[in-house]
């Protein structure tokens, strides 16, 4: 995409999030025909939002779930880029009032132990396993800006930085069981509601890893050391409403909590 025509989207992304507008579509001639031309548009909106949030942490891997994929209706992986200061303990406090629509996804996250080499042929799951070094439960923090899901533009979508807000991590663990059987359970003031397993993400949550290891391969980028990778929800994304505490435990791993405040 022309370097002045995503310049200029992402500058008309920064002021809808400044000024709290409902997301919509990017249209022509600045919008993003292709999924290409959305991420030229993300890099360039990501380049804008470093000075307040820091610099690249990490990587959100969004729609890999089934469940998520329907809800979306957008039948493929997309990515978004985590910053430094947008990195948040467990036991975080959020506000509902700093978001157009606060959404909380329910994941497993992966540290990266040692670069990823750009190659010329797709990661598989088995290729990244030894590329990590460390496992946790995580809720990731979305803005969706009250879209209107009955007529989502992926484009617009990724170009929004895929819409991550922050992430909020429990501890890594060094050691875990298979994360294909592994089970998540959320909960709201200790009522249950939701769960899903790690197979529910891609088929195994380092099959995520490795789409978005391809991803960004296709870009001339790679995942680094100590980087943090949120694999995608295991169900369906909540939008608190009201004051309320939310916990999100995986089985034989960690949990990670968040509270939530008007």
């Excluded at 670069?115 to 979305?142: L, N």
Aim: hydrophobic fraction near 40%; charged fraction near 25%.
């Amino acid at each position: 995409m022309e370097e002045i025509a995503a310049r200029r989207a992402a500058e008309k992304l920064l002021a809808e999030h400044r000024d709290n507008v409902r997301f919509k579509t990017l249209v022509p001639p600045d919008g993003p025909g292709t999924i290409s031309d959305a991420y030229d548009i993300q890099e360039k909106y990501v380049a804008l939002l470093r000075g307040r949030h820091g610099d690249t942490i990490g990587y959100k891997v969004g729609l890999t779930s089934a469940t998520m994929q329907v809800f979306c209706g957008i039948d493929h992986p997309i990515a978004g880029v985590v910053l430094a200061n947008r990195v948040h303990r467990s036991g975080a406090a959020v506000r509902i009032a700093d978001f157009g629509r606060l959404g909380l996804e329910f994941e497993i996250a992966v540290r990266v132990k040692s670069d990823v080499p750009v190659t010329g042929t797709p990661y598989t799951g088995e290729a990244i396993q030894p590329h990590i070094d460390g496992v946790c439960a995580a809720i990731e923090i979305v803005d969706d800006r009250n879209a209107d899901y009955s007529n989502l533009d992926v484009r617009s979508l990724v170009a929004d930085n895929s819409w991550n807000g922050g992430i909020v991590l429990s501890e890594f663990a060094t050691k875990w069981p298979d994360l294909k059987d592994v089970l998540g359970r959320a909960a709201k003031d200790r009522i249950a509601i939701g769960e899903g397993h790690g197979r529910d993400i891609l088929g195994h949550p380092f099959n995520s890893v490795a789409w978005l290891a391809t991803q960004l391969a296709s870009r001339g980028e790679t995942l680094k050391a100590g980087q943090v990778v949120m694999t995608g929800s295991v169900m369906k994304t909540v939008f608190p409403e009201e004051d309320a505490a939310y916990r999100f435990e995986l089985a034989e791993i960690g949990a990670v909590e968040v509270s939530v405040r008007r």
